[in-house]
């Protein structure tokens, strides 16, 4: 049987996905002089484009990949949330569990770009953590889904949804229900994914958490173990071009070496990994294999501009199997 034989129809596979929802604002320019006011340039506004971001674009990777995304999270009363609900309505992604606070505005992160370099980015939030009460919304709304799904994504951009007692609630509660949960890590302390079956840090963040410089291939192996040992899960660590290693216990690291491809944009591909992990998982699919097609799609996304998405017959046109590396 060959890879492209293998490769699942995720055609409405339930998938919930869980964490901090954002709205990308693209600005797109001409830069042809400099300000006489300041030494800046002076960007010709040409056009403006938005997308979802966060666990919003993660939704929204399942989606295009065939998969039926169940979004829950947090956004404000305001037009950046009408505009979320509108491209995510466009995207056929259920925003069941999405709850509306007006204390909190909708993070929304504007990227001015001129000659396809972005020039600046500015960034509306309110960080820190939600109340009790949203907490206390969000389980609710999970509780109404969480029968019918079958993986997560728990996707944490530090934005103040994912805290410790929430993230434990959620997972606890996947275990409940044997829907395996994907995590997107954010921060240095990781103890409140335990329990998830795979954490999957980048390589500068699995450094930050473990206090120290991951430069060659066995410092990531002794990195990924000892963040394996401390959490109790499964662990995949990202390496950009370099590709991806993954450790599960009782087995050996297994290294799934980048696919070589013109990198355009890396915003977003984190996203991509964990929804097309996410989608495999519900298909059946062990981590290992999982973690392959994800890596592929990663090198189909950062070919693209901006916060983007993949469909299935593009996973379908590069995916392969790379030779096992196991050590």
């Known amino acids: 049987m060959t890879p492209h034989e293998t490769l699942p129809r995720f055609s409405h596979c339930p998938v919930l996905v869980v964490g901090d929802l954002m709205l990308d604002e693209f600005i797109w320019g001409h ?90 980015r500015f960034d509306h939030e309110m960080l820190g953590p939600i109340s009790e009460a949203i907490e206390r919304a969000l389980l609710k709304q999970i509780d109404s889904v969480l029968g019918g799904v079958r993986a997560c994504v728990l996707s944490d951009y530090g934005k103040g949804v994912v805290t ?97 491809r013109e990198v355009f944009d890396v915003t977003g591909a984190g996203d991509t990994v964990a929804g097309t992990m996410a989608l495999m998982l519900t298909s059946g699919a062990n981590l290992e294999t999982s973690c392959r097609f994800a890596s592929a799609a990663a090198a189909v996304v950062v070919g693209k501009a901006g916060t983007a998405t993949l469909t299935w017959d593009e996973l379908h046109a590069v995916v392969g199997y790379p030779a096992r590396q196991a050590a």
């Open 164 to 260: 410790e007692r929430f993230a434990a609630a959620l997972i606890s509660r996947c275990q409940s229900a044997n829907v395996p949960v994907v995590v997107d890590p954010k921060g240095t302390d990781y103890r409140k994914y335990r329990g998830a079956t795979v954490v999957k840090p980048n390589l500068l963040e699995a450094g930050k958490v473990l206090n120290r410089e991951l430069k060659d291939v066995e410092a990531v192996r002794t990195a990924g173990r000892d963040l394996m040992d401390d959490l109790g899960t499964a662990i995949l660590i990202t390496q950009g071009a370099a590709g991806m290693s993954l450790f599960e216990r009782g087995r050996p690291m297994v290294h799934i070496p980048g696919q070589a």
């Open 31 to 120: 830069v042809s002089r400099i300000s006489p006011e300041a030494p800046v340039p002076v960007v010709e506004v040409q056009k403006r484009t938005f997308v979802v971001g966060g666990a919003a674009n993660a939704a929204a990777n399942i989606a295009s990949l065939g998969g039926r995304p169940i979004l829950a999270g947090l956004i404000g009363h305001d037009a950046s949330s009408e505009t979320v609900l509108e491209l995510l309505k466009e995207r056929a992604v259920d925003c069941a569990g999405v709850v509306r606070s007006g204390d909190r505005p909708t993070t929304t992160k504007s990227r001015v770009l001129a000659h396809g370099q972005q020039v600046v």
